[in-house]
């Protein structure tokens, strides 16, 4: 079935640099929508990116992802972490129904 | 602005005891799910519908039901409330499963 994977249950980074959240994806579908979602600490989900369109790449706040249908992957970048970057971070498939990855935790320390 | 609004916000249940979590979504969307989310864990889809008066299970439905009585409505119930089942529960909407999903603010639930 599909299905949403992202390696790293924990990221723990200096403030300053690059962050690459890693998701690959399963799916039956030759058109999905890929999501980024944020989560901070004692706060709902939102969303931070959303792409359907092969090799380009898509930004908000700072973040970027392409999705890469070749490879199932949907990467999550930024060129230099912030104190305020710390937050849970799932990545998402929406075809027939929504399925989310297990989560990223990113730590930014001093 | 979107808005997704849940009841009650918090929680204490007894073992056993019947809850109702409550949602209501003032954004027309079609699709609304119910999720929950563990402490230090990620959101496991329980419950979804895209349509009133009809719902779909999600990944983990077993202990729950889900009534979509209207478009704006979408309510989760534990009929027989475990201690397993202590949780934030969170409540979102979205146009089709391609739009962005928004989510309410959870309800803290805890059953002792």
């Known amino acids: 079935g599909d299905s949403v994977t992202q390696t790293e249950g924990l990221v723990t980074l200096t403030e300053g640099l690059p962050v690459m959240l890693n998701c690959t994806y399963q799916t039956i579908y030759s058109n999905p929508f890929l999501f980024w979602y944020v989560q901070h600490l004692n706060e709902s989900p939102r969303l931070l990116l959303k792409s359907f369109t092969d090799n380009k790449r898509t930004e908000h706040q700072g973040f970027h992802a392409t999705l890469h249908k070749s490879s199932s992957s949907f990467h999550l970048q930024k060129s230099s972490a912030q104190l305020s970057d710390s937050a849970l971070y799932y990545c998402?498939?929406?075809?027939?129904?929504?399925?989310f990855g297990d989560g990223t935790q990113l730590v930014v320390k001093p | 602005e979107a808005a997704v609004t849940q009841s009650p916000r918090s929680k204490v249940a007894v073992t056993g005891g019947k809850v109702t979590l409550s949602c209501h979504q003032t954004?027309?969307?079609?699709?609304m799910y119910w999720y929950r989310q563990d402490t230090g864990h990620g959101l496991r889809l329980i419950h979804y519908?895209?349509?009133?008066?009809?719902?779909e299970k999600g990944d983990i439905p077993d202990g729950y039901k889900a009534s979509r009585p209207s478009q704006e409505n979408f309510s989760l119930i534990l009929e027989l409330a475990s201690l397993s089942q202590t949780a934030v529960y969170f409540c979102a909407s979205s146009v089709g499963t391609a739009g962005e999903q928004y989510f309410g603010p959870g309800t803290r639930l805890t059953v002792l």
């Open positions: 998402a498939l929406g075809n027939n129904r929504i399925f």
């Open positions: 519908s895209y349509v009133a008066d009809s719902t």
């Open positions: 954004n027309n969307h079609d699709y």
